[in-house]
């Protein structure tokens, strides 16, 4: 019984406190120029009030400029290969593997050709062993062509990735 009255009067003395505090805050504030009660006036300033900054310099933010200095983009995904930078190279020697287009395949005494479509829309006669820009033909069968392509990925497990270039059949309507 004592302990809830004990707890009952702390209550009464912190909520009369609050009240107390309460209406204290919500006293109006005196005037700017009213003074309390037996209060001297204040003395003078010797001085003018400090200049006030330009606030717009202060809160200029800087240019920034990015210099490269040899590093890669940031932004560019380290998964997507790059393109292989184009020689001067004419001819089939300077296409990639990916702008070859098989057209067809010839059986020859020595061996199957293949006939390849380039990028600049020119027909050439590949064998087995021919070079190009970026790979070199390693078989030839009567339906496709497989090049053995050379990668620049340190990603890649393997230097070279096999490429097989397939007829496409057209059926007769």
Do not use: H
């Not at 809830?4 to 505090?21: C, M, N, P």
């Not at 001297?40 to 606030?55: D, G």
């Not at 240019?63 to 184009?86: A, N």
């Amino acid at each position: 019984m004592r302990a809830i009255r004990k707890v009952t009067s702390v209550l009464a003395l912190v909520l009369f406190a609050g009240v107390g505090l309460e209406a204290q805050a919500q006293a109006p504030a005196p005037p700017v120029g009213a003074q309390p009660a037996g209060a001297q006036p204040p003395a003078a300033a010797p001085e003018a009030a400090p200049k006030m900054p330009n606030i717009g310099e202060d809160l200029a933010a800087p240019v920034y400029t990015y210099e490269v200095r040899g590093r890669r983009d940031p932004f560019r995904s380290l998964l997507i290969r790059k393109q292989v930078e184009r020689s001067g190279i004419p001819g089939i020697a300077g296409m990639t593997v990916d702008e070859l287009e098989l057209q067809g395949t010839i059986r020859t005494k020595s061996g199957w050709m293949a006939m390849m479509r380039g990028s600049d829309n020119k027909s050439y006669l590949l064998r087995k062993g021919s070079t190009v820009f970026d790979g070199e033909v390693t078989e030839i069968t009567p339906s496709s062509v497989t090049f053995r392509q050379n990668v620049n990925d340190p990603t890649s497990p393997k230097p070279f990735r096999d490429v097989v270039k397939a007829l496409a059949f057209q059926q007769k309507k």
